[in-house]
């Protein structure tokens, strides 16, 4: 009877509650659930919303102004990177190797390269170098020129490109151009502390007047440059008929990149020697090495070792020792 009894109060325990109470309890907590939703909600919308890192309009501003420029100033480099269809990731890693917040940048994808890579050129530069939105010293041209390197239309494409950054930033000391296929051995910090040590109005192009010989060859020769009138960079075309040297200006000849790389890299090396520097500075400082990408380690070393010796017969210069390529 006793269990009967336990069981009977626990029956009338279960059931104290009157339906209507049950409703209300039932109620109370939805209103306190829907309530604490509403509050989660208003906080949420109240908060200030999360943006993506990026460079403010006056941050922008004072990140440039903070460069200091001007004579006694270190110098500031204008770079030409030249590359053709397919190239765009390479003229990106080439302006990851060479950026500098000083310097000032223009890369130019050949007008046989479609639009798209061209686009994805410029949303990489900006991905990939987050101080270029800071400092807005990169540039890469809409509408581009052919380029034929040896043509006409490729010296065009170089005047231009030059204009280009003398209306957009006219303060750079020293033009460069490279080609998608060039790779500094130098960081961009030794070669403006290097070429700090020169006269701003020193040109390192490496040319002469005495053509001689080659009047024939090089002004008599008449050649038509495809890339002036046609998209893809082709090869000119030479004629076969000869026309006389013209009188009314002075023909000049020479090489895009001055002297070896070896010796600035040399000199980068020992910077505290001065009898070296101003040798490089009275023969013209080299900047870089046109070495293709796929050349081997024996190649460019054997291509290093001839052109030292060459320099070194011509000039000798006070430092005999070799630089390798890291």
Known sequence: MGTGTGGARGGAGG???????????????????????????????????????????????????????????PPCLAYLLIGARGDGRRLLRLLLAVYHPRNRYVLHLSADAPDDERQS?????????????????????????????????????????????????????????????DYPLVTQDDLIHVLSSVPRDLNFIDHTSN??????????????????????????????QKRPAPVAFKFFTGISCSLPLVELSISCKSLQDDKNISALSAKGLPVFQN???????????????????AASSENPSPRTSRATIS
Not at 170 to 177: A, E, M, N
Not at 218 to 228: H, L, R, T, Y
Not at 291 to 309: D, F, H, K, V, Y
């Open 15 to 73: 059931g104290g509650l009157v339906p209507g109470e049950r409703w209300w309890r039932v109620l109370f907590l939805a209103l306190a659930s829907v309530s604490f939703l509403i509050s989660l909600i208003l906080l949420f919308l109240s908060a200030p919303r999360l943006r993506l890192p990026g460079v403010a309009p006056s941050a922008s501003a004072a990140a440039a102004s903070a460069i200091r420029r001007g004579p006694d100033a």
């Open 121 to 181: 050129l410029a949303a990489g530069v900006v991905a990939a170098a987050p101080a270029v939105g800071a400092f807005e010293n990169v540039a890469v041209v809409g509408n581009p020129t052919a380029g034929t390197p040896v043509g006409s239309s490729g010296l065009a494409g170089t005047l231009r490109a030059a204009a280009v950054l003398l209306r957009l930033h006219p303060d750079w000391d020293w033009f460069l151009t490279l080609n998608a296929a």
């Open 211 to 240: 053509i001689g010989s080659k009047v024939p060859e090089k002004v008599e020769q008449i050649i038509v440059d495809a890339g002036i009138y046609l998209s893809g960079r082709t090869n000119f075309f030479r004629g076969t």
């Open 291 to 309: 070495l293709p990408i796929q050349t081997s380690e024996e190649e460019a070393q054997g291509a290093r070792e001839r052109r030292l010796a």
